[in-house]
Each structure stands twice: as structure tokens, then as C-alpha cells.
């Protein structure tokens, strides 16, 4: 168990808090580094025992203080505020806060396939990052997750009432996925002495063993009915960009 703190940063965000409440049912100490201590993410997190400290994935003085004395960070980066270009600076301000503070381990949430070259914009932001962390020298470990199935909530309404989910695939295409909370378990446990010295270097692509939808014409009921309260009914997969 670690006895210094592992930072968390972006700690009330996604997997930020997942990551977070992954190592404190661990009985980890825990530093998230978060905007606004005062949200009820960030009391939530303080009320079960972590150290809240205020900071941004673009301003490195609150990252390399914050960074200072831990065991690990793990960090991520998001181009859904200012941009791919934005993304890319986070990442080398993390970085670089990482090396002035001498981190012993640097954990870096990415994305799956962030080195194929696919054309997406963030992707191949997340792909530098990778590049740069590689040959700074820091020790390091990176996970490549791939997309999370929380994200089609932001079309729930459209799933119960027309049973259709919107993805920009076509609808036969097998989709990897992952929840966050397994991401968060799996982060908790590379970020955690002894684990964090034999996965230091390493890059791993964390998911789901099986892709959905699974080849058949709509998907189960069952996963549908537990998350919406539905019972009995399908989801078509259609392509689109949701409505």
C-alpha cells in the first residue's frame, strides 16, 4: 500500500472519480487535484478521506505543487473544451510539471489505437502525448481505453422513448466498450505500489472482452431494462450523430 498520496487529476470528472473512488475503497491516500473544491464531486471525494487541491491540466505551477511527495499520478487530457491543440498542450504541461516535481510514475489515460493513425482528431492529439511521455524519461504507463458505453446516455431520452441508439458507425460494426468504473479499477491498481514498478514502461488497451452490438439484429433487452427501467424491449443501433 502506498504510503505517499497518488494524485488524481481532473478528479470530478469521468474517470477522474472513478479513478479516484477505485483507490479509496482501496484505503489508498488520495490528492485530487480538481477546479473547484467546493462542488459536491469534490466534497464528496473530500468527506470519504481525500486531499483536495485546487489546480488545471493547463496551468503547470498547480500541477508540478500538487505532484510534489506522491507515489503516482494519474493523469488525462480532453479536447472537448478547447480543441485537439489544447489537448496537446495539457499534455506537455503534465509532463513537464511531472519531470520539475520528479514523479516516480506517471499513469496516462489515452485512448485505444491512439497510434494507428485513424484520422481522428483525438486520437492523434492523445497519439502525440503518448509519443512525447515516452522520450521524456519519466517513468511511466500508459492505458489505451476504448470508448465508454456511459457516453450514449446523453441520448437516453431518445433510447426509451424510440428504442434507437445513435452511434457514428455503421450498425453492424463491432464496437469495443468499456464502463469507467472498470477502468477506474484497473488504473487504481497500476497507480499502486507494487504494482506501478513492473507495469512502468508499458502500454496498455483496456476494455471489454466482448464488442457490441453482438451480431444479431437488436441488441439484448436485459442490459436495456437494467440501465433504463424498460423492461422487455430491444435498442436499434442506427448510424447518425443523434438528434
Not at 96 to 125: I, K, N, T, W, Y
Not at 212 to 236: I, K, N, Y
Request: hydrophobic share 40%.
Amino acid at each position: 500500500m502506498a504510503t505517499h498520496p497518488i494524485l488524481v487529476l481532473a478528479a470530478t470528472g469521468g474517470q477522474g472519480r472513478a479513478v479516484s473512488t477505485a483507490l479509496l475503497d482501496r484505503g489508498a491516500p488520495v490528492r485530487a487535484l480538481v477546479r473547484n473544491p467546493t462542488s459536491a464531486r469534490a466534497r464528496s471525494l473530500a468527506d470519504r478521506g481525500a486531499d483536495i487541491v485546487t489546480g488545471s491540466l493547463d496551468d503547470g505551477e498547480s500541477l508540478a505543487a500538487a505532484m510534489r511527495d506522491v507515489a503516482a499520478v494519474f493523469a488525462m487530457t480532453t479536447p472537448f473544451e478547447g480543441g485537439v491543440e489544447e489537448e496537446i498542450t495539457q499534455g506537455r504541461t503534465i509532463v513537464a510539471a511531472a519531470g520539475r516535481a520528479r514523479v516516480p510514475h506517471l499513469v496516462f489515460s489515452s485512448v485505444a489505437g491512439a497510434d494507428q493513425h485513424s484520422g481522428v482528431p483525438h486520437f492523434e492529439s492523445k497519439a502525440v502525448i503518448e509519443a512525447e511521455l515516452t522520450s521524456s524519461g519519466l517513468a511511466h504507463t500508459i492505458l489505451g481505453p476504448t470508448y465508454f458505453f456511459d457516453n450514449a446516455l446523453g441520448g437516453a431520452d431518445r433510447i426509451r422513448t424510440e428504442g434507437v441508439l445513435d452511434l457514428p458507425l455503421p450498425p453492424d460494426r463491432p464496437l469495443q466498450q468499456l464502463d469507467r468504473r472498470d477502468l477506474g479499477a484497473f488504473a487504481a491498481h497500476v497507480c499502486s505500489p507494487p504494482s506501478a514498478s513492473p507495469a512502468s514502461g508499458s502500454n496498455w488497451q483496456v476494455t471489454h472482452p466482448l464488442p457490441t452490438p453482438w451480431p444479431r439484429p437488436r441488441l439484448p433487452g436485459r442490459p436495456r431494462a437494467a440501465a433504463f427501467q424498460v423492461p422487455g424491449r430491444g435498442v436499434d443501433v442506427v448510424r447518425g450523430l443523434g438528434r
